[in-house]
Nanobody, 114 residues
Framework: QVQLVESGGALVKPGGSLILSCVAP????????MAWYRQTPGNERKWVAT??????????LFADSVKGRFTISRDDARNTVFLQMNNLKPEDTAVYFC?????WGQGTQVTVSL
C-alpha cells in the first residue's frame, strides 16, 4: 500500500481558484501516472484529470467538464502532483482524491459557494 496525501481543499467563491496537492513516496510516483478523481455524496467517484510521467510523454488529460479550467503538473523535487483549478463553479464542489496504481489518498474537500 502506497500512501498518497492530498491537501489544498477549501471553501472558495465561484470564479475563484485553488491548487490541490498530492504527495507520493519519492520512489513511487516518478514512473507512474497520477490521477485526480472527485466524488459528491451519494455518487461514484468521477475521473477529473491524469498526469503521465516523463517516460510516458508527460501527457495531461482532462475530463470535458474541467477542460480549459484545470491544469495538472508534477514537481520532481517535492514528489508532488498539483491540480490547479481556475474559474471554479458550484458544480466543482466535491471531495477530490489523488490516485495511482490502485492507491488512493484520503481526499480533500473543495466547496464552491457564495
Amino acid at each position: 500500500q502506497v500512501q498518497l496525501v492530498e491537501s489544498g481543499g477549501a471553501l472558495v467563491k465561484p470564479g475563484g481558484s485553488l491548487i490541490l496537492s498530492c504527495v507520493a513516496p519519492e520512489n513511487f510516483w516518478k514512473t507512474v501516472s497520477m490521477a485526480w478523481y472527485r466524488q459528491t455524496p451519494g455518487n461514484e467517484r468521477k475521473w477529473v484529470a491524469t498526469s503521465a510521467p516523463p517516460s510516458q510523454g508527460s501527457v495531461s488529460l482532462f475530463a470535458d467538464s474541467v477542460k480549459g479550467r484545470f491544469t495538472i503538473s508534477r514537481d520532481d523535487a517535492r514528489n508532488t502532483v498539483f491540480l490547479q483549478m481556475n474559474n471554479l463553479k458550484p458544480e466543482d464542489t466535491a471531495v477530490y482524491f489523488c490516485t495511482s496504481q490502485g492507491n488512493w489518498g484520503q481526499g480533500t474537500q473543495v466547496t464552491v459557494s457564495l
